[in-house]
């Protein structure tokens, strides 16, 4: 089985934009649709990004997804970034059996 | 309003057992394949368990196997886990989530706590 590796924590200011990656250690990237969550504390995951680059109903354009094959990593990136983006933020793709895989998360502090 | 609601957690021993639940509402529990997913404290997801719709296929994670059992009662639109043999790493909130139409967790409940401490 794989795993997915994100960064532990970024940090950037309001307005701007970040990037979070998210690194597939074996097999590729796009063998399977990755899916970023945001978790904030205290709350359950919510889904920001499906099917590496779709959006729910609701959540806002400044909400993207890419993959990139030749690093075989997916991104999420958030722009204009308001203080309420301040959250966990996990991928997640599947293994073999289709079973859900989930990065480590990635802790954004936006100050 | 689409809506998972677990319940069951609480402080056991080790070797213990809990039995938890989550009482679906909101859309047709039956036709949806569900998983339990945990988060250890200050850590991240990790998938646990997953039943089909009809509950004939299931599937387990290797640090559960064995100890855990899934299981369903979709007149009752319920899905429950069996947790036996219970150890200190299974400290955990216990989230049960809807598998979407897009093979992924579209609708979370709110978790429930497991503590396994003497």
């Known amino acids: 089985n794989f795993m997915l590796t994100q960064p532990h924590s970024v940090s950037e200011s309001p307005g701007k934009t970040v990037t979070i990656s998210c690194t597939r250690s074996s097999g590729s990237i796009a063998s399977n649709y990755v899916q970023w969550y945001q978790q904030r504390p205290g709350s359950s995951p919510t889904t920001v990004i499906y099917e590496d680059n779709q959006r729910p109903s609701g959540v806002p354009d400044r909400f993207s997804g890419s993959i990139d094959s030749s690093s075989n990593s997916a991104s999420l990136t958030i722009s204009g970034l308001k203080t309420e983006d301040e959250a966990d933020y996990y991928c997640q793709s599947y293994d073999s059996s289709n079973h859900w895989v989930f990065g480590g998360g990635t802790k954004l502090t936006v100050l | 309003e689409v809506q998972l609601v677990e319940s069951g957690g609480g402080l056991v021993q080790p070797g213990g057992s809990l039995r938890l639940s989550c009482a679906a509402s909101?859309?047709?529990?039956?036709?949806?394949?569900m998983n339990w997913v945990r988060q250890a404290p200050g850590k991240g997801l990790e998938w646990v368990s997953y039943?089909?719709?009809?509950?004939?296929?299931?599937y387990y994670a290797d640090s559960v196997k064995g100890r855990f059992t899934i299981s369903r009662d979709n007149a009752k639109n319920s899905l429950y886990l069996q947790m036996n043999s219970l150890r200190a790493e299974d400290t955990a909130v216990y989230y049960c989530?809807?598998?979407?139409?897009?093979?992924?967790?579209?609708?979370w409940g709110q978790g429930t706590t497991v503590t396994v401490s003497s």
């Open positions: 039943i089909s719709s009809s509950g004939s296929t299931i």
């Open positions: 989530a809807r598998e979407g139409v897009y093979a992924n967790p579209d609708v």
């Open positions: 909101g859309f047709t529990f039956s036709s949806y394949e």
